[in-house]
């Protein structure tokens, strides 16, 4: 399992490209950046997750299937999970205590934590989000992983505590230590967002040439 | 303060005002150099270690208030046919990276075996900035040979180009594996945008005046002399800034809010002030002279440059006569109708060097501006989905009108593309007709998608809220994110259609570089220009002496060369 090393900002900017490549749209490619940001910089695995999300079959208006309205009673239909993003920023957009927790099975469950953390420090609320087997703690202060981390996807409840189990992790922002494999097919990804180099293009540019010295 | 009355974004945020933007006292470089006063800091060069071929490595210490960064430099042989200011350039003449803390043997080998690589290697969270740079050749070997000969180079020659080396990026925020802006949270004087990156390229000029000076004295030996003083602060670091500086305005929409706000809120203060004093008059008249003279000697090939600096200088000479003649500035709220009579008889340009200039003696009114200049976009970024669409709707017509209002049917409204390159992920703009890769359009196209949301608006249930549309729309998702933004950030957004074949990513450029603290703008297309930063600064070695702030030129050109036309 080799590790490479990476900037948040290079986390960020690397899973926003990657999700644009991957044909989410411009907005919800900013929410995958944002979050793969914030799950690092509380040591979660937010570029594993990104990476395992953009990989799988799954219900997203992004992608041509349905969006999850669980507040409506829908659900993931022939074995798709619904999109984690898009549960992500269903949560991220409302109290997520009155969004709809039924939704199934969720593709990359983990991201719901970005939205979790977010309303803990704006709120000073603390949430769990549990998943078979384990959860993580959002608190204003930080994090904690209970017991396993989850599947790739996983049916998902979120409750509210009265106070968090310590220690929490704060939030850091020195680079991360991610997975190289990981990271490469995040930056093939994103490389769809490129336009190829054509002697045109480079000599229409962007800029200063050797002509200019 | 509370009532002031800022200039309202429709004025402001317009391509053609912000392409005119001159640097202030709240400018990044400016920021920096009077913190490092301010707070006594002390710089040394622990190490210089460079080779008669002026090839090695040197470092510059810079220490105040608990803190320690460290300039490491590499000079480099590179071969002329080399040498380019493009992103996609491989090896450069001198590479840089600023340092957090003190640098050992083994970080200096660490760095040895990276840094000279810039985007092709890695650095690690102890590194701020990276950074390299190119000589301007012809000045290079003029100012070499006449110190090595022990007679000092031309002015004329010097005040031509204005530097001896130009950076062609300076790398931040976390690239390359560089640390996190957050790293930085809290520090005194290093707590702000870019302050690290000017403070590196400060450093970079130090190096740069040594290195010309060693290699004077390894080909002249004991006949070499040293830069004068004045010919050494004429000289700042130049700067090839293209199209990759463009996007950040636009991806970046609370952070250019934050910065234009203090640069308003400066202008509001000043401009409520009930009355001068012989202090501020006496200031303003200063910066006002320095800036006639460097207008006159401000040069530019380029047909809209030419242009601009043509209305700068008879700008420059109505105000002279105004001055003169009707004494403003000894009426009552002297600076705001010195500011209004500018907006009835100047040019664009000649209107934000005024309300630059009127800055300038107010330090201790609006100083503390800089300190807001920071943002935490994380923070910023979540969207309201409580929001009804009808306040959508509402919101998007009175933020977005000048969006909505355009007719993105016509031919040249939609010609260009911007798009990022797959040779080295160079950002670059295309003609949407003649290119190919415009499915892989960059977004900044905003007024077009405000157009598109507002479309999608007119046919939905305006008594759903935004959570409940963007399920179905996540196409809308980034719109809707910014015009939440908007609502509290006024200065968020530049209000022209950025796709359009007019457009001067120029204009861009400018605004983020006159807040960087550069001068003398010197367009070479409509897409990349050269600047200079730090011209007329001190170094490290003379940091303390004189008056704050009393090197900064305003209305951009070098002192050398308005020197030289104020004695002809």
């Given at each position: 399992m080799?590790?490479?090393?990476?900037?948040?900002?290079?986390?960020?900017?690397?899973?926003?490209?990657a999700?644009?490549?991957?044909?989410?749209?411009?907005?919800m490619?900013?929410?995958?950046?944002?979050?793969?940001?914030?799950?690092?910089?509380?040591?979660?695995?937010?570029?594993?997750?990104?990476?395992?999300?953009?990989?799988?079959?799954?219900?997203?208006?992004c992608?041509?299937g349905?969006?999850?309205?669980?507040?409506?009673?829908?659900?993931?239909?022939?074995?798709?999970a619904l999109?984690?993003l898009?549960?992500?920023?269903?949560?991220?957009?409302?109290?997520?205590?009155?969004?709809?927790?039924?939704?199934?099975?969720?593709?990359?469950?983990?991201?719901?934590?970005?939205?979790?953390?977010?309303?803990?420090?704006?709120?000073?609320?603390?949430f769990?989000?549990?998943?078979?087997?384990?959860?993580?703690?959002?608190?204003?202060?930080?994090?904690?992983?209970?017991?396993?981390?989850?599947?790739?996807?996983?049916?998902?409840?979120?409750?509210?505590?009265?106070?968090?189990?310590?220690?929490?992790?704060?939030?850091?922002?020195?680079?991360?230590?991610v997975l190289?494999?990981?990271?490469?097919?995040?930056?093939?990804?994103?490389a769809?967002?490129y336009?190829?180099e054509?002697?045109?293009?480079?000599?229409?540019?962007?800029?200063?040439?050797?002509?200019?010295? | 303060?509370?009532?002031?009355?800022?200039?309202?974004?429709?004025?402001?945020?317009?391509?053609?005002?912000?392409?005119?933007?001159h640097?202030?006292?709240?400018?990044f470089m400016?920021?920096?150099?009077?913190g490092?006063?301010?707070?006594?800091?002390q710089i040394?060069?622990?190490?210089?270690k460079?080779?008669?071929q002026?090839?090695?490595?040197?470092?510059?210490?810079v220490?105040?208030?608990?803190?320690?960064?460290?300039?490491?430099?590499?000079?480099h042989d590179?071969?002329?046919?080399?040498?380019?200011d493009?992103?996609?350039?491989?090896?450069w003449?001198?590479?840089?990276?600023?340092?957090?803390?003190?640098?050992?043997?083994?970080?200096?080998?660490?760095l040895?075996?990276?840094?000279?690589l810039?985007?092709?290697?890695?650095?690690?969270?102890?590194?701020?900035?990276?950074?390299?740079?190119?000589?301007?050749?012809?000045?290079?070997?003029?100012?070499?040979?006449?110190?090595?000969?022990?007679?000092?180079?031309?002015?004329?020659?010097?005040?031509?180009?204005?530097?001896?080396?130009?950076?062609?990026?300076?790398?931040?925020?976390?690239?390359f594996?560089?640390?996190?802006?957050?790293?930085?949270?809290?520090?005194?004087?290093?707590?702000?945008?870019?302050?690290a990156?000017?403070?590196?390229?400060?450093?970079?000029?130090?190096?740069?005046?040594?290195?010309?000076?060693?290699?004077?004295?390894?080909r002249?030996?004991?006949?070499a002399?040293?830069?004068?003083?004045d010919?050494?602060?004429?000289l700042?670091?130049?700067?090839?800034?293209g199209?990759?500086m463009a996007?950040?305005?636009?991806?970046?929409?609370?952070?250019?809010?934050?910065w234009?706000?203090?640069?308003?809120?400066?202008l509001?203060?000043?401009?409520?002030?009930?009355?001068s004093?012989?202090?501020?008059?006496?200031?303003?008249?200063?910066?006002?002279?320095?800036?006639?003279?460097?207008?006159?000697?401000?040069?530019?090939?380029?047909?809209l440059q030419?242009?601009k600096?043509?209305a700068?200088?008879?700008?420059?000479?109505?105000?002279?006569?105004?001055l003169?003649?009707?004494?403003?500035?000894?009426?009552?709220?002297?600076?705001?109708?010195?500011?209004?009579?500018?907006?009835?008889?100047?040019?664009?340009?000649?209107?934000?060097?005024?309300?630059?200039?009127?800055?300038?003696?107010?330090?201790?009114?609006?100083?503390?501006?800089a300190?807001?200049?920071?943002v935490?976009?994380?923070?910023?970024?979540?969207?309201?989905?409580?929001?009804?669409?009808?306040?959508?709707?509402?919101d998007?017509?009175?933020?977005?009108?000048?969006?909505?209002?355009?007719?993105?049917?016509?031919?040249?409204?939609?010609?260009?593309?911007?798009?990022?390159?797959?040779?080295?992920q160079?950002?670059?703009?295309?003609?949407?007709?003649?290119?190919l890769?415009?499915?892989?359009?960059?977004?900044?196209?905003?007024?077009r998608?405000?157009?598109?949301?507002?479309?999608?608006?007119?046919?939905?249930?305006?008594?759903?809220?935004?959570?409940?549309?963007?399920?179905?729309h996540?196409?809308?998702?980034r719109?809707?994110?910014?015009?939440?933004?908007?609502?509290?950030?006024?200065?968020?957004?530049?209000?022209?259609?950025?796709?359009?074949?007019?457009?001067?990513?120029?204009?861009?450029l400018?605004?983020?570089l006159?807040?960087?603290?550069?001068?003398?703008?010197?367009?070479?297309?409509?897409?990349?220009?050269?600047?200079?930063?730090?011209?007329?600064?001190?170094?490290?070695?003379?940091?303390?002496?004189?008056?704050e702030?009393?090197?900064?030129?305003?209305?951009?050109?070098?002192?050398?060369?308005?020197?030289?036309?104020?004695?002809?």
């Open positions: 080799t590790l490479t090393r990476r900037s948040l900002s290079e986390i960020r900017a690397t899973a926003q490209k999700a644009r490549g991957a044909g989410c749209c411009w907005g490619a900013e929410e995958a950046g944002f979050a793969a940001r914030l799950l690092e910089a509380h040591d979660l695995a937010g570029v594993a997750t990104v990476d395992a999300l953009l990989a799988a079959p799954r219900a997203c208006a992608a041509g349905v969006a999850p309205r669980g507040g409506q009673g829908e659900r993931a239909g022939e074995g798709r999109c984690g898009s549960v992500m920023a269903r949560l991220s957009d409302g109290d997520p205590l009155q969004c709809a927790s039924n939704w199934g099975e969720v593709a990359g469950p983990l991201l719901l934590a970005g939205a979790l953390l977010v309303h803990a420090q704006r709120t000073g609320r603390i769990e989000l549990s998943w078979p087997g384990g959860s993580v703690i959002c608190a204003p202060e930080g994090c904690r992983v209970m017991g396993a981390l989850p599947a790739d996807r996983a049916a998902v409840s979120i409750q509210l505590l009265d106070a968090a189990p310590l220690p929490l992790v704060p939030a850091r922002c020195d680079g991360r230590a190289a494999s990981a990271w490469q097919r995040l930056e093939d990804l994103a769809r967002t336009v190829p054509t002697e045109a293009s480079r000599a229409a540019g962007a800029g200063p040439d050797a002509a200019s010295q | 303060m509370t009532g002031l009355s800022l200039r309202p974004p429709q004025q402001v945020m317009r391509l053609s005002r912000l392409g005119s933007a640097q202030t006292r709240l400018s400016r920021v920096v150099l009077r490092l006063r301010r707070g006594g800091w040394t060069r622990p190490l210089w460079i080779d008669a002026g090839v090695g490595r040197a470092t510059y210490r220490a105040g208030q608990g803190q320690v960064y460290t300039l490491v430099a590499f000079a590179l071969p002329p046919e080399q040498r380019s493009r992103v996609i350039a491989e090896s003449d001198a590479t840089f990276a600023l340092v957090d803390g003190e640098v050992s043997e083994d970080d200096l080998n660490r040895a075996d990276n840094v000279p810039q985007e092709a290697g890695r650095v690690s969270d102890r590194e701020l900035v990276l950074s390299r740079a190119n000589r301007s050749v012809r000045l290079w070997d003029h100012v070499v040979e006449r110190l090595a000969s022990g007679t000092q180079p031309d002015p004329a020659i010097m005040a031509e180009v204005g530097y001896l080396m130009r950076t062609t990026a300076v790398y931040g925020s976390g690239k594996g560089a640390a996190d802006h957050a790293a930085l949270s809290g520090r005194a004087l290093m707590d702000g945008p870019f302050r990156e000017m403070l590196a390229v400060w450093l970079i000029r130090a190096f740069v005046r040594d290195l010309v000076e060693h290699m004077a004295r390894t002249g030996g004991s006949a002399v040293p830069l004068a003083r010919l050494a602060e004429s700042g670091i130049g700067n090839s800034t199209l990759g996007p950040f305005l636009v991806n970046h929409p609370a952070l250019l809010d934050a234009i706000t203090a640069r308003e809120t400066a509001a203060r000043v401009c409520a002030q009930d009355a004093t012989p202090e501020t008059r006496a200031g303003f008249g200063a910066a006002f002279d320095g800036a006639c003279a460097n207008v006159a000697g401000w040069h530019s090939a380029h047909p030419i242009a600096l043509d700068l200088r008879e700008d420059c000479a109505r105000l002279s006569a105004y003169r003649t009707d004494d403003p500035l000894g009426a009552e709220q002297p600076w705001a109708a010195l500011y209004s009579w500018s907006q009835r008889h100047l040019s664009v340009e000649g209107q934000e060097l005024v309300a630059a200039l009127m800055l300038e003696p107010h330090g201790g009114l609006i100083d503390d501006l300190e807001k200049m920071g935490d976009e994380m923070a910023r970024h979540c969207l309201d989905g409580a929001v009804r669409l009808d306040k959508v709707q509402r998007l017509r009175a933020q977005y009108d000048w969006a909505l209002d355009l007719d993105l049917e016509q031919p040249d409204a939609q010609a260009r593309f911007w798009y990022v390159s797959a040779a080295k160079e950002p670059r703009l295309g003609r949407r007709a003649q290119e890769g415009a499915e892989l359009e960059q977004p900044l196209d905003i007024a998608a405000a157009q598109a949301l507002g479309r999608a608006l007119s046919v939905a249930d305006l008594t759903q809220c935004v959570a409940d549309f963007v399920m179905t996540p196409e809308h998702r719109m809707l994110r910014r015009l939440h933004l908007n609502r509290d950030a006024p200065y968020s957004e530049i209000r022209d259609n950025l796709l359009d074949d007019a457009i001067l990513p120029l204009n861009m400018r605004l983020k006159a807040f960087f603290g550069a001068t003398r703008f010197d367009p070479r297309s409509d897409r990349w220009l050269r600047i200079t930063m730090y011209q007329g600064a001190p170094y490290p070695d003379d940091l303390h002496d004189g008056a702030d009393a090197w900064v030129l305003h209305g951009g050109a070098a002192p050398g060369r308005a020197g030289q036309i104020a004695a002809e």
